[in-house]
């Protein structure tokens, strides 16, 4: 079982809806969460990162953490098709020399 | 322009053979990584460099050698290549200078995309 767990999808929503996505992980050391987008034939970048539980927002973007439930999520408000890209949940432990965990990525796609 | 690059981007060999890939990054950071993007999108960590000294070797099979010549370069060299190493590869940076990591940004590279005939 791997550590951190993400539907791969595809995701296809209509341009101006809400993406929900979301990845659960088992290591309850895990203390920063990571969002990165990866565009077709690209190298990821990063979206979002928070610490511990709560909720982050950027523009469009609210990143939210639950560690009781080990749970975290990203939402992507009034979705633009040039969000259509892969969505790499990441994340990892204090004192892990930036050894990261990732989900396998979701693919969302945005219909115009 | 500042970035991770990694050449080649594509890197068609057949089985048997030997390969290396660059990566260079210009953005002063200390820490350097590849990884291995499967099939699937799955984004493993194969090594990492800070500061030219190895830091993290995942279970990865000794035909792969990572070399740091400085803390601004990271290659890996693949032996007797075989059909399942056929992936993208990404080197990326971060600006990690000790092992108390936190917030950690890791920059990527464009990516190679490794075909074993």
């Known amino acids: 079982q791997k550590e951190v767990e993400q539907d791969p999808g595809p995701l296809s929503v209509p341009e101006g809806a809400i993406v929900s996505l979301n990845c659960t992980y088992s290591n309850s050391a895990f203390q920063y969460f990571m969002w990165y987008r990866q565009y077709s034939r690209k190298g990821p970048e990063l979206l979002m990162y928070?610490?511990?539980?709560g909720n982050k927002e950027d523009g469009r973007f609210t990143a939210q953490v639950d560690k009781s439930s080990k749970y975290i999520s990203l939402f992507i408000r009034d979705s633009q098709p040039s969000d259509s890209a892969t969505y790499l949940c990441a994340m990892n432990p204090p004192g892990s020399w930036g050894k990261l965990q990732f989900g396998a990525g979701t693919q969302v796609v945005v219909t115009p | 322009d500042t970035a991770v690059s990694q050449t080649p981007k594509y890197l068609v060999t057949q089985m048997g053979n030997d390969k290396s890939i660059k990566c260079e990054q210009n953005l002063g950071h200390d820490t350097m990584y590849w990884y291995k993007q499967d099939s699937k999108k799955f984004l493993k960590i194969m090594f990492s460099y800070n500061n030219k000294e190895l830091i993290i070797n995942e279970t990865v099979p000794n035909r792969f050698s990572p070399k740091s010549p400085d803390k601004a370069h990271l290659n890996l060299h693949i032996n007797s290549l075989e059909l399942g190493d056929s992936a993208v590869y990404f080197c990326?940076?971060?600006?990690?200078?000790?092992?108390?990591?936190?917030?950690?940004?890791?920059?990527f590279g464009p990516g190679t995309r490794l075909t074993v005939l």
């Open positions: 990326a940076s971060s600006q990690d200078r000790t092992g108390v990591v936190s917030y950690n940004e890791q920059f």
């Open positions: 928070t610490y511990s539980s």
